[in-house]
C-alpha cells in the first residue's frame, strides 16, 4: 500500500538529476522558483541533500533520484554493484552497465541508499532504469540472466522498503507490476510522444496518483502539453525541455 493516500493535482514539476540536450535544473533556480512542485534532486551528487530543508519550506516534495537498473562507475558503491553486473557497459551511457542478476546482495546495497535518502528528508524515491529487463534487444545484447518476475519482484520490494521508512515510490517509464508504487514519470519525445501503455498512466491518473510527462528537445512545449492533456483525464503534471530557451519549461504554476 502507499504511505500517503492523497490525491494528487497536476502540480508543477523541476528536476536537477537528468536531461537529455540543455542544463537541468539547478539548485538556486529551485529555491528561487519552485513552489508546491515536485522536486527532483540527485541526493548523491555534491552537496544537494543539504538543500532539501530549504527546498521543503517552500511547499515543494523533494524526490531522490537512484538507478535500479545500472550499476553507475561515479558512485560510491559501484565496486560493491560490480558482481552483479553485466560485464560491458551499456553502448548509450558507457560509465553505467546494466544489472545483471538481483538477489539479496544487491537489495541490501539499493536499501542501503534509500536509507540514507531518508535520512537527508526526502520525501520519495524515484526509480530510473527500473524497466531494464523488459527491452528484448539490450537483453540478448547483454545476455542479462535477471528474469521478468524477479525484476518485478526487485523493484516492488524495493518500493517497500521506501514505504517502510515513510517515504514514497516514483516508477518510472512503466507501471507494470507497480502497484505499490505512488506516481510514475515518462520521459517522452517530439518523435515519441505517448509510446507507454497510455491504460497504465491513466490508470495511476485515475487513482489520484501523481504522473509526470517529462517532455524533451520540443520547438513549442504548450503544444505539445495541450496535446497530451487531450489524451488524458486527470491531474496531469508536465515538465518540458525548450529546444529554443535551451532549459526546462516549467507548467501547472
Known amino acids: 500500500m502507499s504511505c500517503d493516500d492523497s490525491d494528487y493535482r497536476a502540480m508543477p514539476v523541476y528536476n536537477q538529476a537528468y536531461q537529455q540536450n540543455y542544463e537541468a535544473d539547478q539548485i538556486p533556480g529551485i529555491l528561487d522558483n519552485a513552489r508546491n512542485a515536485y522536486v527532483l534532486l540527485d541526493p548523491f551528487d555534491g552537496d544537494n541533500a543539504a538543500h532539501v530543508d530549504a527546498i521543503k519550506q517552500q511547499g515543494n516534495e523533494v524526490g531522490a533520484y537512484i538507478s535500479i537498473g ?3 562507475t561515479y558512485r560510491d558503491d559501484f565496486s560493491a554493484m560490480r558482481p552483479f553486473l553485466v560485464s560491458e557497459p551499456w553502448e548509450a551511457w558507457s560509465e553505467e552497465y546494466f544489472v545483471n542478476r538481483t ?3 544487491l537489495l541490501n546495497i539499493m536499501k542501503a541508499r ?3 535518502i531518508a535520512g537527508w528528508g526526502f520525501d520519495w524515491v524515484e526509480f ?6 523488459y527491452d528484448d534487444k539490450e537483453r540478448e545484447a547483454y545476455d542479462f540472466q535477471v528474469t521478468r518476475a524477479e525484476g518485478i519482484n526487485y523493484y516492488r520490494t524495493l518500493c517497500d522498503h521506501v514505504h ?4 514514497k515510490c516514483m516508477a518510472k517509464n512503466t507501471v507494470e507490476g507497480a502497484t505499490n508504487f505512488d506516481g510514475v514519470i515518462y520521459e517522452s519525445y517530439p518523435d515519441e ?3 507507454w501503455e497510455q491504460s497504465g498512466a491513466q490508470d495511476f491518473l485515475d487513482a489520484g496518483k501523481l504522473v509526470i510527462i ?3 528537445n520540443e520547438e513549442n512545449c504548450a503544444k505539445a502539453y495541450r496535446q497530451y492533456k487531450e489524451i488524458y483525464s486527470g491531474n496531469l503534471s508536465f515538465i518540458c525541455e525548450d529546444a529554443k530557451a535551451e532549459k526546462y519549461v516549467h507548467f501547472n504554476q
Not at 530510473?128 to 529487463?133: L, Q, R, S, T, V
Open 164 to 167: 517502510s521508512k515513510g517515504m
Open 193 to 195: 510522444r505517448n509510446w
Open 114 to 116: 534509500i536509507d540514507k
Open 70 to 72: 545500472t550499476g553507475e
Open 128 to 133: 530510473d532504469n527500473m524497466d531494464w529487463f
Open 214 to 216: 517529462n517532455h524533451y
Open 103 to 105: 538477489d539479496e546482495k
